[in-house]
């Protein structure tokens, strides 16, 4: 099966930890991107990546890192100094950058213990 | 920052009625898509309408843009409870290089 794969579905940070978030695509796809969603809000972009070993920041990237060291990857670590960062996060990638159409993993649920 | 706006932000209708969302936003694009998203689900593509074009269909939607009003809506013609989810408009900004989702309208559809 082609698509997106966002692990784990559920993920649970302690205080003063950092966590990072899988995103595996099989769609051979350059682009890749790192939203956050809070509830009841649209999706505010972290980080985004259009080939690798390159990445730029988002709206909202203080707080959060990610490495593009291979295409099919693209993980997102929270660390210790995003304050807030119970979220739904969603993994999306594009074939030929931004402008068009995204396909999206499942998402990854952070709470905060 | 935020690029497109969803209008209404609730909406609940009849199984059978037809649910118009609209969309607005600020700056100059090459394209607009429209994606659902099932509650606690990722998102999904639903159509792309580019900003030469006025008018768009797929099934039962359909899309119009009016790049003078900067607006765009999107009609779902004989909703089904299937079509409960929140929409989404996504523009794109011909200065910049990324995608901006609005805040979307949450469908209810009753039975």
């Known amino acids: 099966d082609g698509g997106i794969t966002q692990s784990p579905k559920y993920l649970f940070r302690k205080e003063g930890q950092n966590v990072t978030l899988s995103c595996e695509q099989n769609?051979?796809?350059?682009?890749m991107y790192w939203y956050r969603q809070d509830p009841g809000q649209g999706l505010r972009l972290i980080y985004y990546?259009?080939?690798?070993?390159?990445?730029q920041k988002g709206d909202i990237a203080e707080g959060y890192s990610v490495s593009r060291e291979k295409k099919e990857s693209f993980p997102l670590t929270v660390t210790s100094a995003q304050k807030n960062p119970t979220a739904f996060y969603l993994c999306?990638?594009?074939?030929?950058?931004?402008?068009?159409?995204?396909?999206f993993g499942a998402g990854t649920r952070l709470s905060v213990l | 920052s935020q690029q497109g706006e969803e209008d209404p932000q609730a909406l609940s209708i009849q199984e059978g009625e037809n649910a118009t969302m609209n969309c607005s936003y600020k700056?100059?694009?090459?394209?607009l898509q429209w994606y659902r998203q099932n509650s606690g689900r990722g998102l999904v593509h639903l159509i792309l309408i580019r900003s030469n074009e006025r008018e768009k269909h797929s099934g039962r939607l359909r899309v119009t843009l009016d790049t003078s009003k900067k607006s765009s809506s999107l009609l779902i013609t004989a909703s089904r409870a299937a079509d409960t989810a929140s929409y989404f408009c996504a523009t794109d900004d011909s200065s910049a290089s990324k995608i901006i989702f609005g805040s979307g309208t949450r469908l209810s559809i009753r039975p």
């Open positions: 700056t100059s694009i090459n394209n």
């Open positions: 769609l051979n796809h350059d682009a």
């Open positions: 990546s259009q080939i690798v070993n390159d990445f």
């Open positions: 999306a990638s594009s074939a030929q950058g931004v402008s068009n159409i995204q396909y």
